[in-house]
């Protein structure tokens, strides 16, 4: 449970990096930092439903990382394929609603079945919606929304005047999901490395060095007390100081 004096954020997004960093220091592979990355997302799953989060969103795989060795992304296809497989059970007994965005095209066709399986197992839980992004990047979503737009004028199905923030967020991979309150970043690095561009318009974030396979409650309810210190304006002055 959250302390009673903290608000804590609806929705917390978190960009998981770092595991590299872990092993290297270790002097292991970087596939042994993505292992203990994964044992992190158990543990930061399990935390977010114990202090009352409602959405949870994880950067697993951006559509930069196709660019990594192809050991390396072979290794991170298994680990996700390990985590599906084992996760699934345990997460739909915990309520958990599992969904994916990002381009699953890309990802191989087992692994796209046990996604669809997943989201199906899961479509009517209603504790915490777990969203893990996956071959995501915010602007191929944001270019993929155009082209939705664009196909439905063109058919005549949608008038440009009709053209609003509401209707272009309704053609994202996020439609279903209320923006990001607070997005942290661990590991040290400052930058957004293209995720959710569109969603963090008014985003918090928080930036921790904790390297990612080292993520878990106390980091989480660290983050949080630092959202609950935070004025939120929306461009708009104070109550305060009216
Ligand atoms: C995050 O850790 C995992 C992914 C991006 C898939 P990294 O693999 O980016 O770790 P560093 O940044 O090299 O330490
Ligand atoms: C961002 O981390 C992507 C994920 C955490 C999945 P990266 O490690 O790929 O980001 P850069 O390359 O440092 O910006
Ligand atoms: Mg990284």
């Given at each position: 449970m959250a302390p009673a004096d903290v608000h804590v954020p609806r929705h917390v997004a978190i960009i998981m990096d770092g595991n590299g960093r872990w092993a290297r220091a270790r002097g292991l592979p970087r596939a042994a930092g993505h292992r203990q990355g994964a044992e992190a997302v158990r543990r930061t799953v399990r935390a977010a439903g114990d202090l009352g989060i409602r959405y949870l969103t994880l950067f697993g795989f951006s559509s930069e990382n196709w660019k990594r060795p192809e050991t390396e992304v072979a290794d991170l296809m298994g680990l996700l394929r390990h985590y599906l497989r084992a996760e699934i059970a345990e997460l739909h007994a915990n309520h958990v609603r599992l969904r994916v965005i990002g381009?699953?095209?890309?990802?191989?066709r087992d692994i796209r079945v046990l996604i669809e399986n997943a989201e199906a197992t899961t479509r009517e839980n209603d504790a915490l919606n777990l969203t893990v992004a996956l071959s995501y990047g915010g602007r191929q979503e944001i270019v993929a929304a155009v082209r939705r737009i664009a196909d439905e004028v063109r058919a005549g199905r949608?008038?440009?005047?009709?053209?609003d923030e509401a209707a272009f967020a309704r053609r994202l991979d996020t439609h279903d999901l209320p923006d990001p309150d607070l997005l942290v970043r661990t590991s040290g690095e400052q930058r957004i490395s293209n995720f959710m561009l569109w969603q963090c318009a008014y985003t918090e974030f928080h930036f921790t060095p904790t390297l990612w396979p080292d993520f878990g409650e106390a980091h989480l309810g660290e983050a949080i007390r630092d959202f609950g210190s935070r004025d939120r304006r929306f461009g708009a002055v104070a109550p305060q100081a009216r």
């Open positions: 381009d699953r095209d890309r990802l191989a949608l008038a440009p005047e009709a053209i």
